[in-house]
C-alpha cells in the first residue's frame, strides 16, 4: 500500500541559492570552502592564487519542477556516480574547472531534496530506500557525498592546500525500547492466546514471571550494557551506547504499552543512565503525524531522567518531513538519528558523518546535527525488507563498516531489545558484529 504526500518547494532567488551552496561547501570542505568557487572564473576578477571552480548545472535553475530531477542512467565522476554535470575538468590559468556540478548533487542527497518532489511513500507514511534514486541507480552502499569529499579535498591537495586533520572513526550502538517488557499484564496475555495472537506458552512463561522463577525475556537490558562496556575495552575505535524510550502512550496504536512512571521503565532508565548510555527520546508514530506533540514528550522523558533530553530517533523511522526538525529544535533536541531507510541498509543522505540538516523548503539550517543510521535489525531480517539470511545479514554490515571506516564515519546501528530476545538469529548477529569490532 503507498501513500501520497506532497511537498512544496518554491524557485529560489539569490539569497536562498548562496545558502544552498555555502550549506554544501561547508559540509564538503569546512574552513576551505573559500578556496571553492560555484559559478564560472572570471579571467578579469578571478583570484591571483589557485581555486577551484564548480561549474553549475541547471538544478538550482529548476529548483522544485520535475525537471530538476537527475535522469538515469547516471555519469560516472572519478568512479563516483555523478547525479548533475558532466564529469570532465579543465584548467583556466592555475585555475582547476569541473563540470561535474558536485554541489548539486550533493545538495539533492543531503537535504533529501527527492523526499520533497516524489510523493510514494509506504503504508506507514515512509519514503522507501528502494523508490530512492540510490536505490534505483544502485549505490545506495556507498556515501557517495564523502566520496565527492574526499576528491574535493585532494584536488585542493594537489594546487597546494593543505589536508584537514582526519576525523576519527567511532561506532554508534543504538536501540529502540518499543517495549520495556514482553509480559504487561496477566490479563491481556490471556486474552491475547484466547484470540489466536500469543501461543499457549506465553501463559506458562508469564506465570513463571509472576512466580519470579524466570526473567522476562524482553528484560535483556543488563546483557546488552555489559556487551557494550566489553566492545568499549576492546574495539579498536571509540563505541557508543544509547537507548531510546517512547513517552507518550497510547498516543496511537502502533506506539508503546508501558509507562515511563512503571517500575519496570524506572528500573531500566537508573540501570542505562548508571552504565553511563544515553538516554534518547523515541518520538512517538503520532507526533511523526503530529509535531506539536514532540516537545511534551521530550518533557515526560526529561522528567524520568532528571537530565536533558538531547537525542532523538522517530518511532518506525517515522520522520515525514525534514521541516519537522524544526519541532525537534524547539523542544531542546540537538541530535538525531533517524534518517536511515526503513527497507534498505545503507547511505540515505549520502554520507556516514554527522551533518546539520538543511531544510530545503525554507533553505534554513534546522539547528539537528544528524547522525545518519546506516543498518537497522529489522531492515536486514524482514521478509517486506532485505530478508536476508544470517550469514548475508552479518557480511553486510562487516562491508558497510569497513565503508563507513575508510571515510572515518560514524557507524550507527538500531537494534531492539525485543527482536534480540524473540529471534535467536539476531542475537547471533549482534553479538558477532559486536566481536567483530
Known sequence: MLMATTGQLEPLNTDAQRRCVEYVLDVLLGDRRDRVVYGRPEPESSPSDPHLYIIPSSFFPEYGTPSSDPALPLADWKGIPLLFGTPRSEWSGNHLVLHADIVASSYYLLTRYEE???????????????????????????????????????????MGYKKPADR??????????????????????????????????DIAQHLKI?????????DNYNDLLALAATAREQASCPVQNEFYFLASR????????????????????????????????????QAGLDATQISRECQALAACTDAPIRKARYHYLGWRAVSDGFALA?????????????????FRLGVCRPVPLFDPASCQLLGITE????????TLRASRYMNLDEESAYELLIRLLRVTQ????????LWHNATLADDPWQWRVY???????
Not at 522463577?213 to 524482553?218: G, I, M, N
Open 406 to 413: 575508510r571515510h572515518n564515519g560514524e557507524f550507527v546501528t
Open 371 to 378: 547522525h545518519p543510521l546506516i543498518a537497522m535489525d529489522r
Open 210 to 218: 509472576l512466580s519470579g522463577t524466570a526473567k522476562d525475556p524482553y
Open 116 to 158: 520533497y518532489t516524489n510523493p510514494a511513500r509506504d503504508a506507514f507514511g515512509r519514503f522507501s530506500g528502494k523508490g530512492s534514486l540510490a536505490g534505483r541507480a544502485g549505490f545506495v552502499e556507498r556515501p557517495v557525498v564523502d566520496e565527492y569529499a574526499a576528491q574535493l579535498s585532494q584536488m585542493l591537495a594537489d
Open 250 to 285: 497510547r498516543a496511537h496504536k502502533l506506539d508503546r504499552r508501558y509507562a515511563l512512571s512503571s517500575r519496570a521503565a524506572q528500573s531500566v532508565l537508573q540501570d542505562v543512565q548508571t552504565a553511563g548510555a544515553t538516554v534518547g527520546l523515541h518520538v512517538s508514530y
Open 168 to 201: 576519527i572513526f567511532s561506532v554508534t550502538l543504538s536501540h529502540d525500547v518499543d517495549d520495556v517488557s514482553k509480559f504487561t499484564n496477566p490479563l491481556r496475555t490471556l486474552a491475547g492466546t484466547c484470540l489466536g495472537w500469543r501461543p499457549l506458552s
Open 330 to 346: 524547539a523542544a531542546g533536541i540537538t541530535d538525531d538519528s533517524t534518517l536511515g531507510f526503513p527497507d534498505l541498509a545503507g
Open 431 to 437: 553479538t558477532r558484529f559486536l566481536a567483530a569490532l
